[in-house]
């Protein structure tokens, strides 16, 4: 364990004491990726963690690196800024459907045709667990919460496919019973120059009784290689009704927002002292 | 004869070119050595609907357009009737019409010309404009080569034949002010042309100011009348390094500009009334997480979509309480274009110094109007960054969990960007410790808390206000765009005898109680202000036991001031406030 290690270790990934609920599928989200960036050889401060808010949404808390706490909803936007802020950065953003899906699915939609060089983690417990057990945007169908007494009238969120229709340049699912795997996918994830997506399936102990553990080792089905199209990533999704677990569809091809840009950022260059009068002066002619 | 001042006006129908008309005259009379104000009238579509463009051309500097005009340009059926009332004793209406009519009606002269006709003789339909502006130039004397100059310039890129048909037209207003309008020719007052002079709008300074500051990234959503500054800093950032970025919404906006501002850019988001709205929850996470973030507010119209094009003060209320939880928070309004440079650059500062939000408010009229400017002065604002941690004193510290919110007498935390190796910190919304990890526990809480209710305390700005007579017994305040009728107004009154001073506030919050303690208390206060409640008046109402007397001229129909209406109404204030007085004693 030290301060600006140049090999880290999963020590130097340690945060604070960590308050999930015992057995909660997030322990294997959180595993996985202090692992992959130890196997990348990233140190802590060169990773920017963003989350929003919800149990998923305090890995910045349990996981040491730079880290951004924010709203509900909003990490996106925010990681986005954060690496226009930071180029060089590693981004990584993790949150929950709720957070992700629902209150950011705007922000959500217009990240990924953004496609910006961050990964994004969804872990995906189809519930609203912070705030104790409500619907999420990827509950089943008849769910049954303290919001949908009589049972959830709204399909599920296909994320994976929605991710790949809008032109995701990465699209993956996890499943938090197999960190080993996990791992593999977010170490491509990172590796990615581009938007990846990873929704994990992470069951919630607490309020979701449907989609547990069991349910996905039972039903999950594996794909080893990504598609070659999106159309066929996509039928494969819909076909599994989205229990599919491995790297659906990467587009290396198309650039990432940065380099999209053509010129190089330098945005956290800033002279401090006076103004540069003669770029004032130049600049003033517009005016006269 | 000799004006004392030029007020021109030109109307017509939206898209028939209303707006570049009164710019050319504007910069044209700005280059020959005027200090030109003006205000452009429009409404919330591209075509069709009444413009209008007012321009005033005077020999000392003023910050209002005037309430009166000697020349006004018709080429529609409403611009007439719906500026009769603005018109001098002997003006000069000119209107597109049939055929050509010299006539004297009550008050003014009306002379109708076949505009188009003319101008389609002189081989291009589109001169009509440039006939009217030859007119203009006849009436007033000035030499045609000002507009030869103008047109060379705007259209070089067209070709000489352009060139040449425009000065033909513009030609062709001179002699037609000859022929028909001989009797009405004046002289405008003398002046000086000086080369320290600049002619911009409220919007292009605060982008310029922020330009020059450093600002290094704006995200924003386009909203009128706030989009001009993201557009001009969208074709200047990039040469530096820097990006503006048009995201998905408001909350985009602001929650970019927070994460790049958290990773070390200079950031900034610009919006109006509704647009803010849509940020507050992220003003509180600038305000909890004290991360650096400059928001501008080009007011218009409210409540809710109000009237986009229309100008106000009505969200001052808002940008003071914007936003559930304490936290501080800094509110600059500069009064005028000039001021817009320093404040833009100013908030940028204050922002990263303080590590909080600043709002930086304008309205409409400020913002999309122009003024001619001092140029500006490149050492009157430095740029500061405030307490940003280096790699050697992080090192220095030896912390694994850099305390990102140390607790300091003066309220900030060093801040670190990310990449420094020594210095691995948490930045949270939700209330921490001093590593910035949760900690909902009381000590932490109120430590945090104070720490950061601290930071503001004291803060004065460059120029908090603009005092003028301070001694005087009645005080007019303002913000914005309003200071201009206000000075105007308090003018005429001392000239007729009237013992009144103006205060034009800048620093909105946290409010310099103390300077304006001495200033205001005691004293006949009167706000002039752009909205129905008299917000203004309440903020003040809220820090200082401003004399009970005291009240708001309010003016709420999206339209700018006239000074003439602030004299009238301070007037009767001034009467009801002695016969308070008498009744009392
Ligand atoms: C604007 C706003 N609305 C609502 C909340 C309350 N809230 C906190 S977490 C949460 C949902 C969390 O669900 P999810 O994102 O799926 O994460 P999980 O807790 O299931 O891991 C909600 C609604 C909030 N903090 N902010």
Known sequence: MSIAPSAPTLKDYRGDVNTWCPGCGHFGVLAALQRALVNLKIPPHEVINVSGIGCSSKVPEYMRSYGFHSLHGRALPIAQGAKMGAKDLHVIVTGGDGDGYGIGGNHFLHAVRRNMDITYVVMDNGVYSLTKGQTSPTSPLGFVTRTTVYGNKERPLDALSVAIAAGGTFVAQGFSGDVKRLTEILERAIQHKGFALVNVLSPCVTYNKVLTYDYYKEHLVTVEEPFPTREEAIRFVKEHRGLVHGILYVDPETPDYQTALGYELRTREIPEGPMDEALLRELEEEFR | ?585
């Open chain 2, 1 to 585: 004869m000799e004006l004392a001042a030029l007020e021109w006006k030109v109307g017509g129908q939206q898209g028939e070119g209303i707006d570049s008309t009164g710019e050319i005259l504007a910069r044209t009379l700005f280059r020959y050595g005027y200090y030109v104000t003006t205000y452009r009238q429009f409404e919330s579509r591209i075509k069709g609907g009444h413009t209008d463009f007012k321009v005033r051309a005077t020999p000392t500097p003023t910050h209002f357009h005037g309430d009166k005009v000697d020349i006004l340009v018709g080429f529609d059926d409403e611009t007439l009737p719906v500026h009769r009332s603005e018109l001098k004793p002997g003006a000069v209406v000119i209107l597109e019409g049939d055929g050509t009519k010299v006539t004297e009606e009550d008050g003014y002269t009306l002379a109708v010309f076949p505009l188009k006709a003319i101008a389609t003789e002189l081989g291009n339909p589109l001169a009509k404009n440039m006939i009217a502006l030859g007119i203009t130039g006849g009436l007033i004397s000035l030499p045609r080569e000002a507009f030869y100059h103008f047109i060379e310039e705007q259209f070089k890129r067209k070709g000489a034949d352009v060139i040449s048909s425009n000065k033909r037209a513009v030609d062709r207003g001179y002699e037609i002010a000859q022929e028909h309008l001989a009797h009405k020719v004046k002289t405008l007052p003398a002046r000086e042309i000086d080369p320290n002079r600049l002619y911009l709008s409220g919007n292009e300074a605060i982008a310029f100011g922020a330009y020059m500051a450093g600002l290094t990234f704006l995200s924003a959503y386009p909203i009128t009348p706030a989009s001009e500054i993201m557009e001009w800093l969208a074709a200047k950032l990039p040469k530096r390094g820097g990006a503006v970025m048009q995201v998905e919404d408001e909350i985009a906006g602001i929650t970019f500009a927070i994460g790049a501002s958290f990773a070390g850019a200079r950031a900034m988001t610009t919006s109006s009334g509704p647009g803010i709205a849509l940020k507050t929850e992220a003003i509180a996470l600038a305000g909890e997480s004290e991360t650096p973030v400059v928001v501008v507010d080009v007011q218009r119209a409210g409540p809710s979509t109000g009237m986009p094009t229309r100008h106000e003060q009505g969200d001052l209320n808002h940008l003071l309480h914007a936003a559930h939880g304490d936290f501080p928070r800094i509110v600059l309004y500069p009064s005028s274009v000039e001021d817009a440079f320093y404040l833009a650059a100013e908030a940028l500062n204050l922002a990263e110094i303080y590590q909080t939000v600043v709002f930086l408010v304008s309205d409409l009229g400020l913002g999309m109007n122009k003024q001619t400017t001092p140029r500006f002065d490149p050492r009157r604002v430095e740029i500061r960054r405030g307490k940003i941690v280096s790699e050697e004193e992080a090192k220095a510290l030896g912390e694994f969990f850099f305390k990102r919110y140390r607790l300091t007498e003066d309220g900030i935390s060093p801040r670190p960007l990310p990449g420094n190796p020594y210095a691995v910190a948490l930045t949270s919304s939700n209330e921490h410790r001093e590593d910035g990890h949760i900690d909902e526990t009381i000590e932490a809480r109120n430590a945090q808390m104070e720490k950061r209710m601290r930071k503001l305390t004291g803060l004065r700005i460059q120029n908090p206000f603009y005092v003028d007579h301070p001694d005087a017994a009645t005080l007019l305040v303002a913000v914005g765009s309003a200071r201009g009728p206000v000075e105007e107004a308090a003018a005429a009154l001392r000239e007729e005898g009237y013992d009144v001073g103006t205060l034009f506030l800048q620093q909105l919050a946290p409010l310099p109680v103390e300077e304006l303690r001495t200033l205001l208390v005691g004293r006949h206060v009167i706000t002039v202000e752009h909205n129905y409640t008299g917000q203004l008046l309440g903020w003040l109402r809220r820090h200082l036991p401003i004399h009970e007397h005291s009240t708001a001229i309010t003016q709420y129909d999206g339209r700018p001031f006239f000074a003439e209406r602030i004299v009238r109404e301070a007037k009767e204030r001034i009467a009801d406030e002695h016969r308070a007085e008498r009744a009392h004693a």
